[in-house]
């Protein structure tokens, strides 16, 4: 029985790089996490040692930063897809190029100030193999919770269940979404308009779904996606349950129809799916 190198890649991971952009006395931050990983023709360094064929991580995370002031900062999607063809096309043992972008976003205070936005993160994946780039869009952290339109009742029973059905409950999630486009341009849109138009069709469809799981509200918001945006081919969504339980007031001598609530941080039910178009291509790797 032989022993064989398996898939590999390397890289660079979380750089951080900010860029300010000045138009006299108005500024705009763009505030990025980058993360480079590259594969190809990298058996000698592992089998031997010989790096003859390895750029350095150090040069990846430099070459980032040249090309923020090079090349500027248009969107996270375009600047992950400059450095995966850059990796490939300049080195010849590397053939495949994945770039994940994390986007910090900041609120305008003034023309030079800014304060932190902290709900939500926006997300970016390139992949590149030297002829087909692929592109997925994304976001974590977006609370979301209706306080009515939700239930959850008709489930199993076994010996082990407690859970009492409800039929009118809090529905709360933090929305892990990627979503994967056709091609290269998201139609006619920037990417930064493509971004918010998805996001804010998914927030739509949470507020506009009479929910009785949050399976069902799952597959509504990429259903919604889809529908509302060719340009996109696939929708993955991964939504914690944040449970709102009604606390039990009658020791104290009240009751309580349906207005306070404790959060119950874990455990949590998590919920996974993903929604497609049936005549999609295969995506270039897993996401």
């Known amino acids: 029985m032989g022993i064989v190198l398996g898939p590999n890649r390397y890289g660079k991971a979380e750089t951080r790089v900010v860029r300010v952009d000045r138009d006299g006395d108005r500024h705009t931050l763009t505030d990025l996490n980058v993360s480079v990983a590259l594969a190809g023709d990298l058996a000698a360094t592992h089998l031997t040692g010989d790096n003859s064929q390895v750029l350095p991580t150090d040069t990846q995370k430099n070459t980032v930063y040249a090309f923020a002031r090079r090349h500027g900062i248009s969107s996270a999607e375009e600047f992950g897809l400059l450095l995966a063809r850059h ?9 495949r190029a994945r770039i994940d972008i994390e986007q910090y976003g900041w609120q305008r205070l003034g023309p ?36 009515t339109d939700s239930e959850f009742c008709g489930f199993v029973v076994d010996p082990y269940t407690t859970l009492p059905p409800a ?30 138009a998805v996001r804010d ?61 404790v959060v119950a941080d874990r455990p949590y039910g998590l919920i996974e799916g993903t929604v497609r178009r049936d005549d999609a291509a295969p995506a270039l790797g897993d996401w």
């Open 112 to 147: 030079h100030s800014f304060q932190r936005d902290g709900t939500q993160t926006r997300t970016a994946t390139v992949r590149y193999d030297g002829d087909r780039a692929e592109i997925v869009a994304g976001l974590t952290g977006l609370v979301l919770l209706n306080t």
């Open 201 to 261: 069709t998914l927030v739509a469809a949470f507020v506009g779904t009479y929910s009785r799981s949050l399976q069902q509200t799952l597959y509504a918001m990429g259903e919604r996606v889809l529908t509302d945006h060719p340009q996109v081919v696939e929708v993955r969504l991964v939504l914690p349950n944040k449970h709102h339980l009604l606390v039990d007031l009658g020791p104290v001598g009240l009751d309580n129809p349906n207005t306070v609530f």
């Open 87 to 95: 990796f490939v096309d300049s080195q010849p043992s590397i053939d």
């Open 167 to 196: 039929d009118d409950r809090i529905l709360a999630t933090a929305v892990d979404a990627r979503w994967r486009y056709a091609g290269v341009v998201p139609g006619a849109a920037d990417w930064d308009t493509a971004h918010a």
